[in-house]
């Protein structure tokens, strides 16, 4: 028996499908009904790569007793936060004030008249353990609760809607501290600084901002900030969070050495990852570790995360199954070697030279069995090449050269019941997402300046294509994709996101000059209809949803804070400076500034919650307009120039190379490429 979620278009909500708890999606007959009935709104958000979340579905949301509890006192509402992140990032916020923590699941109740929460949590567990209490004694006290303390409740739920609403609204700065861009890149260096406690998160908003860090005088540091960029891109291509069969990196590591995985491949994270050691590369740390790590994540992409209409899919699930007869997946099973399979697949040459460059032992580092982690960043010999070869064909059934693709499990149990070659692969969630598929079309696009990879810009255009091709309806730019079906209507990270990642594609296409006219009059039409729908003229920046489609919000966030993605204001300050310098407008100046001025005082009293603000900000103070021949530009390209937009120039002085613009005013023209190039890096530490 399945309840209305298995009609839902959410992998994660039909997950939840036979659970005997009577789900609704979020939608107005839920929310009236529960006004109707008078039932606190139970809201469940999670994801459908969510270990914690697949956890809680097997426990307490299949329990009979807790079902039939939660149905009669209770109205449930299950929420992907991949569709509805702006509902996540509110009811995310009023957990973190009730508790002092968040995480997924999140789950919250909330009040059926105003939508306000009142109570929550994340996992809670059948029976108390963990020092957690069992579910069904948390819903009957919170059921007594609100039948019982009516005046408590009333006071609650108002302290929390202040709380909320007052959060949303940050106190202006007119003028913003000299200092500041400074204060932002030394604190946020600090955040990626390597230490030796707890989980290791890849956090690339951070390590850009670091990074763009490393072209200013560093010597006064509080950090040897090239020293921490290099580390974090070393940590990650040579770590357990990368995935050195084939290709494709983590969630995050369990430790501070980088080994153990929670083993979720997540789109976004490669994007962010891709773009950050291309941009290494290029600012001078070629390690042959690097290089490689981008060409198997793309080969990953293209193999595994790539629909046949071009887009890129959301996410690999951390759990799969070691055999059709289980009853439930096991964490790491696709992706981890015991060391009896090792001698059994590989030669005795072959394990030792394995164990020559990989963290590779009998006992393993993980529950027995070994994660592939790498000792070094120079080449792989062949040796090591053909035995990670032969790893790859027992995980897939087939050489890495004869497997072009490799199709997805879209549920557990199309995983158990598929004919597999190879071991069972974790479940894969197809849905297209605008914002993760910018992401990595922004990654792409870098690699394909550095590296020259004429495939690398092929697949970042077949993504762009669809995008633009297939994302609107009713004359509106939407969010999601189901197999050619659009859904919600975008939000600012799909906004933001995409109008950089076309940015992104006009700048690394100077031969092709109707290609790039094409991608930068598609950036100025989405960014109208940004400005129209999402732009906060009395406060400054955008909201994270539009103002026709917040009725059922408690509020219009603006966010600013960084978290596995960078900040929807901070991309799209940046994106203004780059519009400014690439038409001539200064009406994109002038918004930047004010979308600045509306964030500086959460930029000096928290510099650590909001690293691509800060990125915003160098772009603001140390723009640079270089424009030159379609030939200099492409040797221009690969170098590492964080603070330029690259332009052809068909009118430059005669004998002169190219001109470089500092903001609003243009240095002298540059007679030589040696010239150019001294005063595209002066130009760019300007301000600091």
């Known amino acids: 028996m399945t309840n209305r979620l298995a009609q839902a278009q959410s992998l994660y ?4 499908a036979e659970n005997p708890i009577d789900w609704w999606t979020w939608c107005d007959e839920a929310l009236a009904t529960a006004k109707a009935q008078n039932k606190p709104i139970f809201l469940s958000i999670g994801y459908s790569s969510c270990h914690w979340c697949t956890v809680m579905e097997g426990e307490a949301f299949s329990d009979l007793a807790i079902a039939d509890y939660m149905n009669a006192h209770f109205l449930p509402i299950k929420v992907d936060r991949e569709e509805r992140p702006d509902l996540d990032s509110i009811y995310m916020q009023a957990l973190q004030m009730m508790v002092g923590q968040g995480g997924w699941p999140l789950n919250i109740f909330i009040a059926p008249d105003d939508l306000v929460p009142f109570y929550g949590g994340t996992y809670f567990p059948v029976e108390p353990r963990y020092g957690r209490p069992g579910f069904l004694q948390v819903l009957q006290a919170i059921r007594r609760y609100y039948d019982t303390e009516k005046q408590d409740l ?157 887009y890129f899919y959301a996410a690999q699930d951390a759990d799969s199954f070691t055999s059709p007869y289980e009853g439930e997946p096991e964490e790491g099973a696709f992706y981890v070697w015991s060391y009896s399979e090792l001698q059994q697949i590989l030669s005795s040459e072959e394990l030792s030279a394995l164990e020559q460059q990989f963290t590779v032992t009998s006992q393993g580092n993980f529950e027995g069995r070994n994660v592939l982690q790498r000792r070094h960043p120079s080449s792989l010999s062949g040796i090591v090449e053909q035995a990670l070869s032969k ?130 009059e ?10 129209e729908y999402l732009w906060s003229s009395e406060l400054g920046g955008y909201y994270n949803t539009a103002s026709d489609a917040s ?37 994109y100046l002038d918004r930047a500034e004010q979308a600045l001025q509306a964030f500086t005082s959460v930029m000096d009293s928290a510099p650590q919650a909001c690293p691509s603000l800060f990125t915003a900000l160098d772009w603001y103070r140390n723009c640079t307009l270089v424009r030159t021949t379609s030939t200099t530009l492409d040797t221009v390209l690969a170098k590492y120039l964080p603070a330029s937009v690259l332009s052809v120039a068909t009118d430059l002085p005669a004998s002169a190379v190219g001109l470089v613009c500092q903001g609003l005013a243009c240095l002298s023209p540059a007679r030589t490429a040696a010239e150019l190039f001294e005063q595209v890096e002066q130009s760019q530490v300007r301000s600091l």
């Open 13 to 16: 909500l039909r997950k939840h």
């Open 154 to 310: 009333l006071a609650r739920k108002a302290a929390i809607l202040e709380a909320i609403q007052q959060s949303a609204v940050l106190p202006k700065t007119q003028q913003s501290d000299e200092d500041l861009l400074k204060k932002g890149i030394e604190t946020n260096t600090g955040v990626i600084t390597p230490h030796d406690y707890g989980t290791q998160f890849p956090m690339i908003p951070y390590a850009e901002l670091a990074l763009r860090g490393t072209r200013f005088n560093y010597s006064a540091w509080r950090y040897d900030i090239p020293q921490v960029c290099q580390q974090r891109g070393l940590d990650l291509a040579l770590g357990g969070i990368y995935d050195h069969v084939a290709g494709g990196f983590h969630r995050y590591t369990v430790d501070p050495t980088w080994t153990v995985p929670h083993f979720e491949k997540m789109l976004y994270d490669n994007g962010q990852i891709v773009e950050y050691l291309a941009n290494l590369w290029s600012n001078g740390v070629q390690e042959p570790v690097i290089e490689r790590a981008i060409a198997l994540t793309v080969q990953w992409l293209k193999r595994e995360m790539t629909a046949p209409e071009g």
């Open 391 to 520: 790893l790859f064909t027992v995980r897939y059934g087939a050489t890495p050269e004869s497997l072009d693709v490799f199709p997805p499990a879209r549920n557990n149990q199309e995983a158990k019941t598929q004919n597999w070659s190879g071991r069972i692969p974790a479940v894969t969630d197809t849905k297209m997402i605008v914002a993760w598929n910018s992401l990595m079309i922004s990654g792409l696009a870098r690699a394909y300046a550095v590296f020259k990879k004429s495939e690398y810009l092929e697949i970042a255009l077949s993504s762009a294509r669809f995008i633009l091709n297939r994302q609107r309806d009713n004359g509106r730019f939407h969010r999601l994709n189901y197999e050619g079906q659009t859904s919600v209507i975008a939000q600012s990270e799909d906004y933001a996101l995409f109008i950089k990642a076309l940015l992104d594609l006009h700048q690394v296409m100077p031969q092709d000059a109707n290609a790039q006219q094409f991608w930068l």
């Open 522 to 531: 598609q950036a100025i039409a989405l960014q109208a209809e940004f400005d």
């Open 551 to 587: 009725r059922d919000l408690i509020v219009r966030e603006r966010s600013y804070a960084d978290n596995a993605t960078p900040a929807a204001n901070g991309v799209a300050i940046a994106n203004l400076v780059r519009l400014a310098l690439l038409t001539e407008k200064l009406s």
